[in-house]
């Protein structure tokens, strides 16, 4: 078995809630023959099912199934097994994509979302969780052979996709988006409200990275188009995944050279500088409301105010 992810040195953002995990992928054994069958046979393995990216939770807990309980779906995917010390530790886990829910299986929080149930679920399950939804939304929409156009076989536990015609494989893709926090010489965050967006929310900027750029180059790019602001040395603070269908959010923090800040009206309402009396004011009154719970936004935001939102600010801080 690899090294569990737990024991890592934590990013200076801390433990993200989508970043959590308490099982090993175990990418070695994907590649054994008739993996997925023995697994399906195995009393042993628990089965995560899936429906349009929503899963059965009881107890604030995933509903895990033995594979007898669960009418076995054209896409399954091995996703590792549980570590030492999790409930459930070194079993196997699948995941089942089924096409529509099972009254057979009853859930009694229902079938629920990542995003409404993250912050509830314990480091297991987040992480099951996070994989299984970016797995499933992979292959819901790369089903067939980009190079030719015949539909592909699954193969590899599910982590593969390969073309029978040609024989090209293809493998599962990740979207680097970057998120940055903004801040100028007198300590204030730069947020924006998207176009997009209700108008009292507001977050950190943020955009995808393109082909062929670096995540610096990346964060440099984004903050002047969409602000007009020159920022210097984005430092690099952690990552999560959000699978809401690809992203893997990379958060940096930069220092503003410049603080004139012009909207780029096709993304951006308005922007706006925070002193952490401002926020806090604001947020409390509800005349703006920021990013969610288990987003990186929300992290890099608290982490630049210095503690929970919901909180005044400590008197050292202006
Ligand atoms: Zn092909």
């Given at each position: 078995m690899t090294e569990p992810l737990r024991t890592l040195v934590l990013p200076p953002l801390g433990s993200l809630p989508l970043s959590r995990a308490d099982s090993?992928?175990?990418?070695?054994?994907?590649?054994?023959?008739?993996l997925l069958d023995r697994l399906w046979e195995t009393p042993e393995t628990r089965v995560l099912t899936l429906v349009r990216g929503k899963a059965p939770v009881t107890a604030d807990a995933l509903l895990l199934l033995a594979p007898s309980d669960v009418q076995r779906p054209e896409l399954v995917v091995y996703l590792g097994r549980i570590n030492e010390?999790?409930?459930?530790?070194?079993a196997p886990v699948v995941l089942a994509v089924l096409p529509e829910e099972d009254p057979a299986i009853a859930p009694t929080q229902g079938w629920l979302g990542l995003r409404e149930i993250a912050a509830s679920l314990d480091a297991r399950d987040a992480g099951l969780f996070v994989e299984a939804a970016a797995i499933a939304n992979w292959h819901a929409t790369h089903s067939h052979c980009p190079r030719c156009g015949t539909p592909t076989d699954v193969r590899d536990g599910g982590w593969v996709r390969q073309c029978p015609k040609d024989s090209s494989q293809h493998y599962p893709r990740t979207d680097a988006a970057i998120i940055v926090s903004v801040v100028d010489d007198d300590d204030r965050l730069l947020l924006g409200s998207a176009v997009?967006?209700?108008?009292?929310r507001y977050s950190t900027l943020a955009g995808f990275v393109e082909p062929g750029e670096s995540l610096e180059a990346a964060v440099i790019r984004e903050v002047g188009e969409e602000s007009g602001i020159e920022i210097q040395s984005p430092e690099y603070l952690g990552s999560q995944p959000w699978p809401f269908p690809a992203s893997l959010m990379l958060g940096f923090t930069a220092r503003a050279v410049t603080t004139d800040a012009v909207p780029d009206r096709d993304e951006m309402r308005s922007l706006r500088w925070f002193t952490r009396q401002q926020l806090f004011a604001e947020v409390r009154d509800g005349t703006i409301a920021v990013a969610g719970g288990v987003s990186i936004a929300r992290a890099l935001i608290e982490r630049w105010y210095g503690g929970p939102l919901d909180e005044e600010p400590s008197e050292a801080r202006p």
């Open positions: 090993d992928r175990d990418g070695v054994a994907r590649v054994t023959e008739g010390g999790a409930v459930d530790a070194g997009a967006w209700p108008e009292d």
